[in-house]
């Protein structure tokens, strides 16, 4: 005879007692029995109430942090996951995390791919592609940072209006170990001559716990944290979160539309083009939608990067020279390039900075075409350092020419 528990209260008594049982150092697999055998299925809403109201009770939330894994290896693949009755639109904040959380299980697994071509390497050999190539993937993880911004500054608060305070701390400190590991990985990624041996080593104590922590975060999100964030939010806190996403950017993924509820204000651009909200310069001005056409009308590929060095803005020219999507808005500009050239953006935006240069040339050779890459560094009055602006145009057709073309010989 079944012995599941199905009341309410004594679920979560029961969950709660199950919990305690983990911080007083019984294994996770002997807890996850007894919730199997007991409780079947728990809702995902029992979980954040129970440790909401241990952290009440005077439970510490540096402990609760420090057994989160602990609590996720007992409950797992027993947390009922809640679906939305329908498919949520692209473009809808939680489409996004979701599917920013596919690509990044997508670089772990190209992670995983790298790490198992070693374990049956030769000691001796030269495994410095290999190295480069986790570089790349670390680099490329390291997005993870925008998708935990959004939830932080963007999603956090709106679950904090509606009383939900403790799940989000929790979270928060996760994702702070989770870029520490990161981070200590990229650095350890920076060494060059590492030897086969060495880099299995490394890859065990360092790589491997960085990469797991971002694969189970994506579990946490799914199985607990947006399910139950789609149940407390409105249409309107959505669209409110959506519309603030894109200052802090996406991660391994671009939204290919935007998304708003029935019944929602026109988007930005209208709103500030109705309002009147024209950009005045020295020599004149602009409404936006006025700026925008300049900026994508022109014959070169812009991209800015602030004094903090991330990407804010690239121009959408119709014909881009190097392809960009919202991905890379405030990503680390050293991140945007290979491991191999990312000393050289040091030494420029150094050179920037410090007012030793202003500008760095470089041209290069493409597909049959001549491209001019310059780079600018941007200023105030005051000489003060606001960012660098990289600036690429196809010159090829200027070379190209002969003869003249006045203007009296357009024709139509």
């Known amino acids: 005879m079944s012995e599941v528990i199905d009341n309410a209260t004594r679920r979560k008594e029961l969950l709660k007692h199950m919990i305690r049982q983990l911080h007083d150092g019984t294994a996770p697999?002997?807890?996850r029995a007894q919730l199997a055998r007991l409780l079947g299925e728990v809702p995902y809403g029992d979980v954040v109430e129970v440790e909401q109201e241990l952290m009440a009770e005077g439970l510490p939330e540096k402990e609760v942090l420090e057994l989160c894994d602990v609590h996720a290896e007992a409950l797992s693949g027993l947390v009922q996951i809640r679906k939305p009755k329908k498919p949520l639109p692209t473009g809808h904040p939680v489409h996004t995390f979701a599917a920013e959380n596919q690509a990044l299980r997508l670089e772990v697994k190209q992670v995983a791919k790298l790490s198992a071509d070693l374990t049956v390497?030769?000691?001796q050999q030269d495994v410095s592609s290999v190295w480069s190539a986790l570089r790349l993937r670390f680099n490329a993880l390291?997005?993870?940072e925008k998708h935990y911004?959004?939830?932080e500054h963007l999603l956090f608060p709106f679950l904090e209006k509606h009383g939900?305070?403790?799940p989000p701390k929790i979270m928060w400190g996760k994702h702070d170990e989770i870029r520490g590991q990161i981070k200590g990985a990229i650095e350890l990624l920076k060494t060059d001559g590492i030897t086969a041996e060495e880099l299995l080593a490394s890859a065990e104590i360092v790589l491997v716990p960085a990469v797991n922590g971002v694969v189970d975060m994506t579990t946490k999100e799914e199985e607990i944290l947006l399910p139950m964030s789609l149940d407390k939010l409105s249409d309107d806190d959505w669209y409110e979160i959506d519309r603030q996403s894109l200052e802090i950017g996406f991660c391994l993924y671009d939204p290919p539309q935007n998304w708003k509820p029935a019944g929602a204000p026109d988007d930005t651009l209208a709103e500030m083009n109705k309002s009147g909200g024209n950009i005045q310069l020295p020599s004149g001005s602009f409404s936006v939608e006025e700026l925008l056409a300049i900026l994508n009308s022109l014959p070169v590929d812009m991209t800015f990067v602030d004094r903090n060095d991330k990407v804010k803005y690239f121009s959408q020219a119709k014909e881009r020279i190097f392809q960009r999507n919202r991905a890379i808005l405030n990503r680390d500009v050293r991140l945007c390039h290979?491991?191999?050239s990312a000393h050289i953006v040091d030494k420029i935006i150094d050179d920037f900075r410090s007012g030793r240069k202003s500008r760095a040339p470089f041209w290069i050779n493409m597909g049959g075409k001549m491209i001019h890459i310059e780079?600018?560094?941007?200023?105030n009055e005051k000489g003060e350092y606001l960012g660098t602006l990289e600036v690429s145009h196809n010159v090829q057709p200027y070379r190209d020419l002969e003869g003249?073309?006045?203007i009296l010989s357009y024709k139509e």
């Open 121 to 123: 390497a030769d000691p």
């Open 149 to 151: 911004l959004r939830k």
């Open 338 to 340: 290979p491991p191999a």
């Open 142 to 144: 390291m997005d993870v």
């Open 404 to 406: 003249e073309q006045r």
């Open 164 to 166: 939900i305070t403790g």
């Open 375 to 379: 780079y600018f560094a941007l200023r």
């Open 29 to 31: 697999q002997a807890v």
